[in-house]
T-cell receptor
Framework: QKEVEQNSGPLSVPEGAIASLNCTYSDRGSQSFFWYRQYSGKSPELIMSIYSNGDKEDGRFTAQLNKASQYVSLLIRDSQPSDSATYLCAVNNGSGTYKYIFGTGTRLKVLA | EADIYQTPRYLVIGTGKKITLECSQTMGHDKMYWYQQDPGMELHLIHYSYGVNSTEKGDLSSESTVSRIRTEHFPLTLESARPSHTSQYLC?????????????FGSGTRLTVV
């Protein structure tokens, strides 16, 4: 079992819809959770971070964390074609090493 | 403007050559990292550093080496490049002392060994 798992996709949603991206992790001691967006041929860009159970909203993005079920999700409201990218989930394993474990990413396609 | 810089952006080099990929950041971050990523594939940690004179190997076996003589500078060296080294190399830094902040990535170096 991988430490951080994501469905590779592609996840296709129509423009204006809500895109829901999911990530599960194996280490119960994980403390910090991040979502990165990576356009093809570019480097990852941090878009959301979350540390406590519940929801965290930032503009069109909402991160959701459930530590008991060991999953973190990202919702993108009013999806735009410019949101088409690969979304990487990253987890800090809480061991104090400050290394982040990345998932393989979910490719999102927003159809105009 | 605080940022993280990688040079060169693209490099095509012959087998057996020694190369150094440069990474510098102006944010004063203690923690710096090198990742390798093939197209459409996941990120693999190859080296990291928690400060000056501190370097560790990552999870992916690598024939590269790194140094951290200055806080802002974290170069990666391949002593003898091989076609299997062809990949994208991403440098990142982190401010966090508690692990609660994410990484800032550089633009990457796309290396092709022929």
């Amino acid at each position: 079992q991988k430490e951080v798992e994501q469905n590779s996709g592609p996840l296709s949603v129509p423009e204006g819809a809500i895109a829901s991206l999911n990530c599960t992790y194996s280490d119960r001691g994980s403390q910090s959770f991040f979502w990165y967006r990576q356009y093809s041929g570019k480097s990852p860009e941090l878009i959301m971070s979350i540390y406590s159970n519940g929801d965290k909203e930032d503009g069109r993005f909402t991160a959701q964390l459930n530590k008991a079920s060991q999953y973190v999700s990202l919702l993108i409201r009013d999806s735009q074609p410019s949101d088409s990218a690969t979304y990487l989930c990253a987890v800090n394993n809480g061991s104090g090493t400050y290394k982040y474990i990345f998932g393989t990413g979910t490719r999102l396609k927003v159809l105009a | 403007e605080a940022d993280i810089y990688q040079t060169p952006r693209y490099l095509v080099i012959g087998t057996g050559k020694k190369i150094t990929l440069e990474c510098s950041q102006t944010m004063g971050h203690d923690k710096m990292y090198w990742y390798q990523q093939d197209p459409g594939m996941e990120l693999h940690l190859i080296h990291y550093s928690y400060g000056v004179n501190s370097t560790e190997k990552g999870d992916l076996s690598s024939e590269s080496t790194v140094s951290r003589i200055r806080t802002e500078h974290f170069p990666l060296t391949l002593e003898s490049a091989r076609p299997s080294h062809t990949s994208q190399y991403l440098c990142a830094s982190s401010e966090s002392t508690t692990g609660i902040y994410g990484y800032t990535f550089g633009s990457g170096t796309r290396l092709t060994v022929v």
